[in-house]
């Protein structure tokens, strides 16, 4: 029975246990109010947040690794629901809700089968600079989303242009009293987050505790809110969370038609490939910092288990979240002993405090949400980029655009087709170098990057991608190229040590490439061929055309072309 439970419950030492129950009530401080705003991005009631809260947190504390991950709602996981339903149900009414559910159902079970198949590493299809292109768009329409909420009245949208159109026919319904309450919870947060870190340090506060309270702000704000529209008797005259039906969340499984279910497939699993990314992302960062490692397959499991429980329960999508998640490390959680903690904590506000959460401004969520998410408009990938591979600074731009004008939902396929469309670009192009050999050593090197001997008639090429249906054709150009320019070739050796794998298009290449070159009167060598390439030669009979003419290393080839060739030049 004990070989069920997680690694770090059957072996808990007490040492951790102040850690732990530290992290768990600070993180409950910050979730509640995280909980309510992510469900406002969603489009859902705010009871759904803190259903979405609660069971991933009791899920993952026994499936997953990261000793300090917190699973929950997140603003692009929010934003990215809002941006599939808004086009299949209205807002806010229980259709929207019930598809809200099976999307959570349905991502996770892509993640679940996903982990089990191995298939972690679906999630390197989308490149570095397009995800934090995806996750800095995302995060400029989150913050515009919230402007209207900030002002005090509703404005629909799923892309930029529509969310800006939506903002300037609201503007005569701002309402005052919400935008003061608004900015002035912004000020705070802002300014708790830019000032109160160095003057709590200046007081003596150590760094961990400084971190904490300072994340821990929105809490505040949300307290701030409550007392205000409470005391001065303001819940009529500006827009507030309303009702919160108390009590634990039952099991919800809504019927849905065959056609909105089929509609939800792409979607879902767009949202499982983002959500692991993130979830991961953050699994390694927790990793780091102890020395760790991640299986990604198991996070995929466990993400997926996570998903499945908050649907079940009625919540939506969630994946592991990275302000939340060091908030809880940072307090000094050891184990996952802290979510539950969390999640204890949870159980307390829906059965105690739902009622006091129903006179929570909307304007101060919001305010929560533009302070959490401005941050992530990050455009250093983009200047990394630049300066790193110029392909993948056009595919930021390209889905950074779109993402704004398309909407995260649509802009996310597009990112992931750009993304694949520059790795297939960069792999139609493979370099292709004349090599010859450094004075007095077996190293073979560009002749255009060093002084290198070559030996009269003999073209050494190399080539530096593996070799398939999308290259097959531009290298056999490139190395007519280089023999058309140097008409005095009569051997060439192609040296593959860089070639990983071939497929049927290539070995057709090469024996057509054979072809012409003895038509031509030039012998083709090949030299470094790897074993599994070699092998699929082998399958293919290539290697029978070209016994003889395969050499273990380039400087072997070197020695039987420099033994019939008497005279070379440097």
């Keep these: 029975m004990t070989s069920l439970l997680p690694a770090w419950w059957r072996a808990y030492p ?49 499936t997953g690794r990261s000793h300090a991950q917190s699973v929950g709602p997140m603003a692009v996981t929010s934003l990215l629901t809002a941006a599939t339903l808004v086009r299949l149900a209205e807002m806010g009414s229980a259709n929207y809700l019930a ?65 800006l159109a939506g903002l300037l026919h609201g503007v005569d319904r701002v309402n005052s009293l919400a935008l003061v309450l608004g900015l002035s919870a912004l000020l705070w947060l802002l300014l708790t987050r830019h000032v109160a870190g160095p003057l709590l340090a200046r007081l003596g506060v150590s760094r961990r505790w400084a971190v904490t309270l300072v994340r821990a702000a929105p809490i505040v704000a949300v307290v701030a809110g409550m007392l205000v529209v409470q005391g001065a008797g303001l819940a009529n005259r500006l827009p507030v969370v309303g009702t919160v039906p108390g ?34 992302s953050v699994a390694q960062i927790l990793a780091t910092r102890r020395g760790e490692t991640v299986d990604p397959d198991r996070e995929l499991v466990a993400l997926g288990l996570c998903n499945l429980g908050a649907g079940l329960f009625g919540g939506f999508p969630v994946t592991g979240g990275l302000t939340r998640s060091m908030v809880n490390a940072d307090a000094g959680a050891h184990s996952q002993l802290a979510s539950l903690v969390t999640a204890l904590g949870m159980v307390l506000v829906m059965l105690l405090a739902t009622s006091a959460l129903a006179s ?31 392909a993948d600074a056009v595919a930021f731009v390209l889905t950074f655009a779109l993402v704004l004008w398309l909407g995260v939902d649509s802009g996310i396929v597009a990112g992931m087709t750009v993304s694949l ?41 190399r080539v530096d991608e593996s070799l398939f249906f999308g290259n097959a054709r531009q290298v056999r150009l490139a190395i007519l190229r280089h023999v058309a320019e140097a ?17 049927t298009s290539a070995v057709a290449m090469l024996e057509q490439l054979d072809d ?24 293919a009979g290539v290697a029978r055309r070209f016994d003889g003419r395969i050499f273990l290393s380039t400087q072997s080839a070197w020695a039987m072309h420099r033994s019939l060739s008497p005279d070379y030049c440097i």
């Design 247 to 280: 009590g634990l969340p039952g099991l919800a499984l809504p019927r849905i038609s065959a056609e909105q279910f089929s509609s939800l497939i792409l979607p879902a699993f767009f949202i499982a490939l983002i959500n692991y990314v993130q979830s991961l």
């Design 14 to 62: 007490r040492a951790w246990l102040a850690g732990d129950l530290t992290a768990g009530v600070v993180v409950t401080l910050l979730l509640v109010p995280q909980s309510l705003a992510y469900a406002l991005v969603a489009g859902l009631p705010a009871q759904a947040g803190l259903y979405a809260s609660l069971v991933p947190l009791l899920i993952y504390a026994f």
């Design 99 to 163: 598809l809200a559910i099976w999307l959570a159902l349905l991502s996770g079970a892509m993640l679940v089968l996903l982990g089990l198949s191995r298939l972690g590493f679906m999630a390197d299809f989308l490149s570095s600079p397009v995800l934090a292109a995806f996750t800095s768009a995302s995060a400029i329409i989150i913050v515009v989303s919230q402007l209207a909420p900030l002002a005090g009245f509703r404005a629909g949208g799923a892309s930029l242009p529509q969310l």
């Design 421 to 461: 469309a520059a790795m297939l670009w960069r792999a139609s192009r493979p370099h292709m170098v004349e090599v010859g050999r450094v004075p007095g050593t077996h190293h073979f090197r560009n002749r255009q990057r060093f002084n290198v001997e070559r030996l009269p008639g003999v073209l050494f090429l």
């Design 516 to 539: 012409t070159l003895a038509a031509e009167g030039i012998r083709f060598d090949l030299a470094e061929v790897k074993g599994p390439v070699s092998d699929v030669l082998q399958r």
């Design 487 to 503: 008409p005095e070739t009569r051997r060439l050796v192609l040296i593959m040590s860089a070639v990983n794998r071939v497929d």
């Design 360 to 390: 929570l401004p909307l304007a101060v969520l919001a305010a929560t949400i533009v302070a959490s998410v401005a941050g992530m408009v990050n455009f250093s990938a983009l200047r990394q980029a630049w300066k790193t591979d110029r």
